[in-house]
C-alpha cells in the first residue's frame, strides 16, 4: 500500500485466479483502503485464496482464515 503510515495491523490479501492472469486485491478496514493489482500468471499453479498478515510489534504473522 502507498500510504504506509496510515496501515492497519491487519492487512488482508485475496488471489483471484482470471484466466492466465491472477488478481491480487490488498485491502484494510480502518482506514478504508483497498489496492488491486492484475498480473500474469505465467507457470505459477495457484488456487483463489485469502491471506491475513498481522503486524505486531515483534513480529508479523501470514495465516489463511481458516486457520484461525
Known amino acids: 500500500m502507498r500510504v504506509k503510515d496510515k496501515m492497519n495491523y491487519l492487512q ?20 478504508t483502503i483497498k489496492e488491486e493489482l492484475i498480473m500474469d500468471k505465467g507457470t505459477m499453479n ?9 503486524d505486531e510489534p515483534d513480529k508479523q504473522t501470514m495465516l489463511f482464515p481458516s486457520d484461525y
Open 12 to 31: 488482508v490479501f485475496e488471489i483471484v485466479n482470471i484466466g492466465n492472469k491472477i488478481k491480487i486485491i490488498n485491502r484494510q478496514e480502518q482506514p
Open 46 to 54: 495457484i488456487k483463489n485464496t485469502t491471506v491475513w498478515i498481522i
